[in-house]
């Protein structure tokens, strides 16, 4: 007969991989639907408007990296496996901070967008109506996942999967960038207001306050630590765009779309990452480093053998994909698959971080990260464009790589001197 110790490790090893199905499950369905939005706008536009299409993109990354910190990220540190009637308390106030930036942030983009004009404008006008029905989107999946139940979060993301059907089908006609933000917000929305129904709560004003009040110490760090991770993007893309033209914005995310599997699995992992990082240091503090260690090396060996094997796909494949932005992005596919991998060892530190709640750390490590990012990145596009940005953004990774995992050692030997099994 097995010990208590024993069928004790085989139920949580179970549980463990119930959430990490769920999660990838999730991550898997949400990025199909992207990818499927990405190739359709790649193939009704021309390589400029995709750029400008991109552009739209790279800010929602950064409306939702600050969403993030200041709502979800704090949810899933300080709230994951709590009892039911705690975690409904803090998901209404996370949920409507998360509406509250979307409200904020698209106001802005819309403003913008109108000033602007022309078809990077119009891209902008459209993705300032969609960013509150996205955030609220993305917070009820943190929600979820931070109680272990990616099977709701799956079922949501189902719904705006089901939603975005019609609704691109209808942008495929207009045939404009504009109308493709517009059909992905729009589904977006309808997946929100399901979740309302899912857990039974609509966001309120009042809950921002309260949820700044109490989490203020993580959420600002967060925040900032997150939108330096997004800006870093933003201010690559706009500076590629500058320097060599939007069809080198568009190629560079090309590249990154055909990659879009392996960011899927890469995304589902983290959704349920930092509230199984939690409990692994709960239960035992030794193995975090461990499980932070398997977690950015399996992620890069699995990031590695998807690029080379895109590597091998005829030409005529990639045509048939991606039409004719396939010459442009493949040319960008080895250095953008190193890249991601060396992104990827970067994320299993990072995961320790957010699990031993150390922020000032975390922070520190992305602020360096993302500086290096923007430094790197327009140095390479200064002097070999499109794939010389790329293979700057390699150089600043690999230097990030050492920065986070220093800064995890030491957190770790500050939060257990003497610890043990």
Known sequence: MSSPGTASRRTSGRATGRRL?????????????NLALGIAVARSVDVSAFGAFSLALVTYGVVLNLSRGLATDPLTVRYSGLPDQRWRSAVAQSSSTATFVGLGAGAVCALIGWAIAG??????????LALPGLMLQDSWRYA???AGQGQRAFVNDAIWAAALIPTMLLAGTVGSPFAFVLAWGGSALVAAVFGCWQIRLVPRAAGVAEWFRAHHDLSVRYAVENVTDGVDSQLRAYGLGAITGLAAVGAVRGAQLLLG??????MGISLMAVPEATRVLTRSPRRLNTFCVLLGGSLATVGMAWGFALLLLPSSAGEQL????WHTASALLLPTTLAMAAASVYDGALVGLRALGAARRSLRASVTRSVALVVFGLAGAFV?????SVWGALVANLIAIGVAWHQLQAALRGHVPAASD
């Open 119 to 128: 078809t990077v404008g119009s891209c902008f006008v459209a993705l300032g």
């Open 261 to 266: 599997p392996f960011q899927a699995l890469r």
């Open 322 to 325: 991606l039409g004719p932005l």
């Open 384 to 388: 070999g464009g499109a794939a010389g």
């Open 144 to 146: 979820f996942f931070a």
């Open 21 to 33: 199905g769920w999660g990838l499950a999730d991550q898997g369905i949400s990025s199909i639907t």
